[in-house]
Protein backbone atom coordinates (compact mmCIF):
# COMPACT_ATOMS: atom_id res chain seq x y z
CA UNK A 1 0.00 0.00 0.00
CA UNK A 2 1.01 3.57 -1.02
CA UNK A 3 -0.09 6.69 0.41
CA UNK A 4 0.48 10.02 -1.54
CA UNK A 5 0.77 13.50 -0.62
CA UNK A 6 0.98 16.48 -2.73
CA UNK A 7 2.45 19.82 -2.17
CA UNK A 8 3.70 23.22 -3.16
CA UNK A 9 0.59 24.80 -5.48
CA UNK A 10 -0.54 27.87 -4.93
CA UNK A 11 -1.16 30.94 -7.32
CA UNK A 12 2.05 32.63 -9.55
CA UNK A 13 2.00 34.70 -12.85
CA UNK A 14 2.50 33.71 -16.10
CA UNK A 15 6.06 33.27 -16.60
CA UNK A 16 6.72 32.23 -13.41
CA UNK A 17 7.73 28.75 -11.58
CA UNK A 18 6.36 26.46 -9.34
CA UNK A 19 7.85 23.09 -7.61
CA UNK A 20 5.38 20.33 -6.81
CA UNK A 21 6.13 17.44 -4.78
CA UNK A 22 4.45 14.47 -4.27
CA UNK A 23 5.47 12.61 -0.86
CA UNK A 24 4.81 8.97 -0.71
CA UNK A 25 4.65 6.31 2.06
CA UNK A 26 5.45 2.85 1.83
CA UNK A 27 8.48 1.17 1.66
CA UNK A 28 7.82 -0.57 -2.01
CA UNK A 29 7.49 3.29 -3.77
CA UNK A 30 10.63 3.15 -5.07
CA UNK A 31 9.65 0.25 -7.00
CA UNK A 32 6.78 2.10 -8.81
CA UNK A 33 6.51 4.45 -11.88
CA UNK A 34 5.42 7.89 -10.71
CA UNK A 35 3.34 9.99 -13.11
CA UNK A 36 1.76 13.26 -12.35
CA UNK A 37 -1.79 14.49 -14.15
CA UNK A 38 -4.13 17.23 -13.59
CA UNK A 39 -7.34 18.65 -14.19
CA UNK A 40 -8.63 21.81 -15.07
CA UNK A 41 -12.38 22.90 -14.08
CA UNK A 42 -14.83 21.42 -16.87
CA UNK A 43 -11.47 19.34 -18.53
CA UNK A 44 -10.85 15.22 -18.60
CA UNK A 45 -8.08 14.39 -16.60
CA UNK A 46 -4.67 14.79 -18.49
CA UNK A 47 -1.07 13.21 -18.01
CA UNK A 48 1.33 15.47 -17.38
CA UNK A 49 4.50 13.69 -17.15
CA UNK A 50 5.88 10.39 -15.67
CA UNK A 51 8.93 9.10 -14.22
CA UNK A 52 10.40 5.03 -14.09
CA UNK A 53 11.61 3.52 -10.29
CA UNK A 54 15.02 4.33 -10.95
CA UNK A 55 14.84 7.84 -12.42
CA UNK A 56 16.50 7.22 -15.67
CA UNK A 57 13.72 7.70 -17.86
CA UNK A 58 11.11 10.00 -17.92
CA UNK A 59 8.06 11.10 -20.23
CA UNK A 60 6.40 14.50 -21.15
CA UNK A 61 2.91 15.56 -22.71
CA UNK A 62 4.21 17.80 -25.53
CA UNK A 63 2.20 20.51 -23.65
CA UNK A 64 4.59 21.02 -21.04
CA UNK A 65 7.64 19.24 -22.64
CA UNK A 66 10.89 21.80 -22.61
CA UNK A 67 8.60 23.94 -19.73
CA UNK A 68 8.90 20.99 -16.66
CA UNK A 69 10.74 18.53 -15.39
CA UNK A 70 10.18 15.37 -13.08
CA UNK A 71 12.41 14.01 -11.13
CA UNK A 72 13.05 11.34 -8.14
CA UNK A 73 14.36 11.08 -4.68
CA UNK A 74 13.93 7.72 -3.88
CA UNK A 75 16.06 8.10 -0.63
CA UNK A 76 13.38 10.36 0.44
CA UNK A 77 10.59 8.84 -0.78
CA UNK A 78 9.83 12.07 -3.21
CA UNK A 79 8.93 12.77 -6.38
CA UNK A 80 9.07 16.22 -7.88
CA UNK A 81 7.41 18.74 -10.71
CA UNK A 82 9.58 21.32 -11.50
CA UNK A 83 7.34 23.72 -14.21
CA UNK A 84 8.70 26.46 -15.50
CA UNK A 85 7.30 29.39 -17.97
CA UNK A 86 4.03 28.73 -16.68
CA UNK A 87 0.86 29.59 -18.53
CA UNK A 88 -2.75 30.37 -17.73
CA UNK A 89 -3.71 26.89 -19.58
CA UNK A 90 -1.65 25.22 -16.54
CA UNK A 91 -4.04 26.10 -14.30
CA UNK A 92 -5.79 22.61 -12.96
CA UNK A 93 -5.46 20.18 -9.64
CA UNK A 94 -1.96 18.54 -10.08
CA UNK A 95 -1.82 14.76 -9.01
CA UNK A 96 0.79 12.44 -8.25
CA UNK A 97 0.24 8.73 -9.16
CA UNK A 98 2.30 5.59 -8.17
CA UNK A 99 1.89 2.17 -10.36
CA UNK A 100 3.24 -0.84 -12.18
CA UNK A 101 2.49 0.29 -15.58
CA UNK A 102 2.56 4.05 -15.47
CA UNK A 103 2.15 5.42 -18.89
CA UNK A 104 -0.15 8.43 -19.97
CA UNK A 105 -3.34 6.37 -19.22
CA UNK A 106 -4.83 6.87 -15.70
CA UNK A 107 -5.64 3.46 -15.69
CA UNK A 108 -1.53 2.36 -15.04
CA UNK A 109 -1.80 3.56 -12.26
CA UNK A 110 -3.12 2.25 -8.52
CA UNK A 111 -2.40 4.78 -5.85
CA UNK A 112 -3.62 8.29 -6.32
CA UNK A 113 -2.84 11.49 -4.25
CA UNK A 114 -5.35 14.07 -3.43
CA UNK A 115 -4.01 16.79 -5.68
CA UNK A 116 -2.90 20.12 -5.12
CA UNK A 117 -4.81 23.51 -7.23
CA UNK A 118 -1.86 25.34 -9.10
CA UNK A 119 -3.65 28.69 -10.47
CA UNK A 120 -1.35 31.03 -13.10
CA UNK A 121 -2.87 34.58 -13.27
CA UNK A 122 -2.59 35.76 -16.89
Known amino acids: QVQLVESGGGLVQAGGSLRLSCAASGRTFSTYIVGWFRQAPGKEREFVAA????????YYADSVKGRFTISRDNAKNTVFLQMSSLKPEDTAVYSCAAGETGGSMWSGYNYWGQGTQVAVSS
Open 51 to 58: ISWSGGST
